[in-house]
């Protein structure tokens, strides 16, 4: 059996990764989504083991302490990583499978997963980038500004990647994502 493959998407905050991996999977089963493990409380709706792993603090430093994730941080409070078990047990059964992280997480898997494909999210301008910030009407002028400037350094990187998503239109980056995904498969399965 082939081992599975493991796709890594990043981009900068506001460009749409969620939106994008929404769409994707709704008619595309070809890759599934890693679930993270997070100490911040269950929000109503979501289900264990389906959106997060929900564990505690001193589980997680655990975890952590034996190098059980492939990538942690602390973001706002509360810590979230992705266990390298689930990641692993799939890959291992041939699954190939998509982290949505950001770019500092991305380094994190790279130096345990360098054979990753790396695929990067871009907004087809900085300008197209606030507006869409603006829109989800989840910033304040502060915290927008400060994202805006994480997403110039995040986009320094772009060049690490593998691949370079423009999402300009949702269908289109889309497409694009699933046409990387077969071709990695394509190229593994020959």
């Known amino acids: 059996m082939k081992k599975g493959l493991l796709f890594v998407l990043s981009g900068p905050s506001g460009v749409g990764k969620n939106t994008v991996l929404d769409a994707l999977f709704e008619n595309f089963d070809a890759v599934s989504y890693s679930i993270s493990a997070t100490t911040r409380a269950r929000r109503k709706g979501e289900i264990e083991g389906e959106d997060y792993f929900f564990i505690s603090e001193g589980k997680f430093k655990e975890i952590e302490a034996e190098d059980g994730f492939i990538e942690s941080a602390l973001v706002h409070g509360h810590y979230y990583g ?85 999402n300009d239109s949702l269908e289109d980056a889309v497409r694009e994502i699933k046409k990387i995904i077969i071709k990695e498969q394509k190229r593994r399965d020959s």
Request: hydrophobic letters at 30%.
């Open 82 to 166: 992705t266990p390298k078990k689930f990641v692993d047990q799939k890959l291992e059964t041939g699954e190939d499978i998509i982290l949505e992280i950001d770019t500092q997480g991305a380094k994190q898997v790279r130096e345990k997963y360098p054979e990753a494909v790396y695929i990067f999210l871009v907004p087809p301008s900085l300008e197209e980038l606030e507006n869409r910030l603006d829109k989800r009407g989840s910033e304040n002028s502060k915290s927008k500004n400060i994202r805006l400037a994480n997403a110039r350094q995040e986009l320094k990187e772009v060049h690490k990647y593998d691949y370079e998503v423009i």
